[in-house]
Nanobody
Framework: QAQLVESGGGSVQSGGSLRLSCADS????????VGWFRQAPGKEREFAAG????????YYADSVKGRFAIFRDNGKNTVYLQMNNLKPEDAAVYYC????????????????WGRGTQVTVSS
C-alpha cells in the first residue's frame, strides 16, 4: 500500500510560487492515480489537481487552472504540484492522496492519504 509524505509547503506573498512534493515510501506510486486536495480552516476539503498513473492525463479545479501544474516522476516515486501566482485564497493544508476507484475529483475515491503540508499566502 502507498505511504505518502508531503513536503514543500511554506509561507509566500501573493503572486509567489511554491512546489509541493508527494513521495511514496512504499514505492507503489506508479500504479495509482494521485490527487492533490486542499482544506482551508472552516471549509471542506476540495480537489485541486490530479494525475493518472502514467502521467498521461491531468485534471484541475477551475480555481487553479492555468496557475498550478501537476506532474510526476515515477522513477522517484514522487508527484509534484507546482503552484504559481498564488493568491490568499489558495492558503490551506494541502494533501496528496492515491486513488483506489471512482471519480478523480471526489475525495471518497482516494484510499491512501498523506498528513498534509501547510501553505500560507499573505496579501
Amino acid at each position: 500500500q502507498a505511504q505518502l509524505v508531503e513536503s514543500g509547503g511554506g509561507s509566500v506573498q501573493s503572486g509567489g510560487s511554491l512546489r509541493l512534493s508527494c513521495a511514496d515510501s512504499a514505492r507503489t506510486f506508479s500504479g495509482y492515480t494521485v490527487g492533490w486536495f486542499r482544506q482551508a480552516p472552516g471549509k471542506e476539503r476540495e480537489f485541486a489537481a490530479g494525475i493518472t498513473g502514467s502521467g498521461g492525463s491531468t485534471y484541475y479545479a477551475d480555481s487553479v487552472k492555468g496557475r498550478f501544474a501537476i506532474f510526476r516522476d515515477n522513477g522517484k516515486n514522487t508527484v509534484y504540484l507546482q503552484m504559481n501566482n498564488l493568491k490568499p485564497e489558495d492558503a490551506a493544508v494541502y494533501y496528496c492522496a492515491a486513488r483506489s476507484s471512482g471519480s478523480i475529483y471526489a475525495s471518497g475515491s482516494y484510499r491512501y492519504w498523506g498528513r498534509g503540508t501547510q501553505v500560507t499566502v499573505s496579501s
